[in-house]
T-cell receptor, first 112, second 114 residues
């Protein structure tokens, strides 16, 4: 069974731009969560989607948003990019809303 | 709110030696507990998990972890490390059945000496 896939793997954007990252969960998994990983803050929870609904949200500004489609694929969007948004963005999927999550390889976003 | 402490930022171990990575959590009840490993440029791989029952859990790659309620700890162990074990290890808590997402420790960077 294929794992979680994320596209693109690397991205370079300029301050003020917006970006959209994509995540395809493991087949049969219906929950998708997003995390931000930075050297200073470590891994932080962004939000979780289940059945196309945001179930939970971490402590991030409204510039960070996401959505989930009927096939469970998810996208996250960051608007008005700031230098501090440079990070590895990780997507994880789980079968339903259980805590056992499986991670993708991440998207490395660099904001210049 | 729950929190996770990994007191060792870096640990250096000789190949073939035993390993113990420490983890302490703070939460009002017994949370779900995990260890994940991250190799450079890679995502996170689930090593093992504890939900309930037997407090000694076995995982992949020869790793095990022991849950000690009295010490709020969930330490990761391996009897003999291999050079391929060099990576970043994260202790993770899922409180409330995971309803609030996963809470990660800061990670322990494991270095293997030949």
């Amino acid at each position: 069974k294929a794992g979680v896939t994320q596209t693109p793997r690397y991205l370079i954007k300029t301050r003020g731009q917006q970006v959209t990252l994509s995540c395809s969960p493991i087949s049969g998994h219906r929950s998708v969560s997003w995390y931000q990983q930075t050297p200073g803050q470590g891994l932080q929870f962004l939000f979780e989607y289940f059945s196309e609904t945001q179930r939970n949200k971490g402590n991030f500004p409204g510039r960070f948003s996401g959505r989930q489609f009927s096939n469970s694929r998810s996208e996250m969007n960051v608007s008005t990019l700031e230098l501090g948004d440079s990070a590895l963005y990780l997507c994880a999927s789980s079968i339903n809303t259980g805590p056992e999550q499986y991670f993708g390889p991440g998207t490395r976003l660099t904001v210049t | 709110a729950q929190s996770v402490t990994q007191p060792d930022i870096h640990i250096t171990v000789s190949e073939g030696a035993s390993l113990e990575l420490r983890c302490n959590y703070s939460y009002g009840a017994t949370p779900y507990l995990f260890w994940y490993v991250q190799s450079p440029g890679q995502g996170l791989q689930l090593l093992l998990k504890y939900f309930s029952g037997d407090t000694l859990v076995q995982g992949i790659k020869g790793f095990e972890a022991e849950f000690k309620r009295s010490q709020s700890s969930f330490n990761l162990r391996k009897p003999s490390v291999h050079w391929s074990d060099a990576a970043e290890y994260f202790c993770v808590v899922a409180a409330g059945g995971g309803a609030d997402g996963l809470t990660f420790g800061k990670g322990t960077h494991l270095i293997i000496q030949p």
